[in-house]
């Protein structure tokens, strides 16, 4: 099973780029890389998925190197709304089922 | 839009008690999960379920068991429950497959006295 490695916080200002780095040494061939953001008292939320290469959606990109050991989650141009703890998971197929595991976060504040 | 629903947003329940937290889904979904969240831990797997009746231990099982009988429905229950079991508990699913993004309940807050 992929184990992620996270920066605990990172804090940013309104209008930057944000980059958050996930590292997954043990990556398995068929696994992919999601993305989840979680504001306080609500569950996460999905943000973004991808297997190789770069991925982009209205909110976020993701970029995966060809070794795919790691991955950055991109948030451009942030506001005080992208202010949330975002998680990185691998998914992890064993036996057909999907067994889910997150890491601890990466805690982003962002200020005016 | 996908729902999952907690039954109880927050709980307060004593040392010793039987403490059942439900979790119901209307999108047909396959897989089901229990995650409990403590600060500076992250979520942590402690069941999932890819079936009806089917389920399989995440990392943190101990003290827990669950119950799926119906495939919208997954249950999480502590059968004796302790002080360290006080936690954030949330409930999610998904369609079955390598791909599919999880759909997270608003969770359940259980504070054992």
């Known amino acids: 099973l992929a184990k992620t490695t996270q920066p605990i916080s990172m804090d940013s200002y309104e209008g930057q780029e944000v980059n958050i780095t996930c590292s997954h040494n043990?990556?398995?061939?068929?696994?992919?890389i999601t993305w989840y953001q979680q504001f306080p008292s609500q569950g996460p939320r999905f943000i973004i998925q991808g297997y190789k290469t770069k991925v982009t959606n209205e909110v976020a990109s993701l970029f995966i190197p060809a070794d795919r050991k790691s991955s950055t989650l991109s948030l451009p141009r942030v506001s005080l709304s992208d202010t949330a703890v975002y998680y990185c998971l691998v998914s992890a197929p064993s036996t057909g089922f999907q067994k889910l595991v997150f890491g601890t976060g990466t805690r982003l504040l962002v200020s005016p | 839009d996908v729902k999952v629903t907690q039954s109880s947003r927050y709980l307060v329940k004593r040392t010793g008690e039987k403490v059942f937290l439900e979790c119901v889904q209307d999108m047909d979904h396959e897989n089901m999960f229990w995650y409990r969240q403590d600060p500076g831990l992250g979520l942590r797997l402690i069941y999932f379920?890819?079936?009806?009746?089917?389920?399989e231990k995440g990392d943190i099982p101990e003290g827990y068991s669950v119950s799926r009988e119906k495939k919208e429905r997954f249950s999480l229950i502590l059968e004796s429950a302790s002080t360290n079991q006080t936690s954030m508990y949330l409930c999610?699913?998904?369609?079955?497959?390598?791909?599919?993004?999880?759909?997270f309940g608003e969770g359940s807050r259980l504070t054992v006295l």
């Open positions: 379920s890819y079936d009806v009746k089917m389920k």
């Open positions: 999610a699913s998904r369609t079955g497959g390598i791909r599919g993004e999880l759909f």
């Open positions: 043990n990556i398995a061939t068929n696994d992919y």
